[in-house]
């Protein structure tokens, strides 16, 4: 059993039970969650911006880093592991998207990573069966492999189940 800690712009996948996969502190951020019953695989994605082409530098050493190059590397690593390259038969989460230090939408970077991970997603013919977006707080997401189960957790909130 061990954790698979990912930063910003970082994903990851585990099919090991006991395996907790997580990301902390996703403000404008959104972790994309991943779920493959047939293998048992989880995988999570931590999108900081919407798209690559405003830095693909970065894309080289961080695909992650962004919705549009994020998603299909992380759909990419878990068809590695022997799941479904395009994600048939996953069930997908949501979480971040806040409003954090924009108190005027002159960024709306929340909302916009949100719209993008969508616009990805329905690309694969995949939307999430729940998600926890938008608001003005920040959220730690831990995924066990194990129950596939989805907990959220915020300073001074407490944790919830997505």
Not at 32 to 56: D, F, Y
Not at 118 to 130: E, I, R, S, T
Not at 136 to 152: A, F, H, K, N, P
């Amino acid at each position: 059993m061990s954790n698979v800690i990912l930063g910003v712009g970082e994903f990851g996948a585990s099919r090991t039970a006991g395996d907790i996969v997580k990301t902390f502190a996703l403000g404008s951020c959104v972790a994309v969650i991943l779920m493959c019953p047939k293998t048992r695989t989880v995988g999570m994605v931590h999108v900081a911006l919407p798209e690559s082409k405003i830095n693909p530098e970065k894309v080289k050493t961080r695909p992650g880093y962004f919705a549009d190059t994020g998603i299909p590397a992380l759909l990419k690593q878990m068809a590695d592991m022997g799941c479904d390259p395009r994600g048939r038969g996953f069930i997908v989460k949501l979480a971040g998207g806040a409003k954090i230090m924009d108190p005027n939408n002159t960024f709306n970077i929340g909302k916009r990573n949100a719209l993008a991970v969508k616009k990805v997603l329905w690309k694969y013919a995949l939307g999430p069966v729940a998600e926890d977006l938008g608001s003005t707080y920040s959220r730690t997401v831990s995924v066990s492999v194990s129950s596939g189960e989805v907990i959220l957790s915020s300073p001074g909130r407490g944790e919830w189940k997505l």
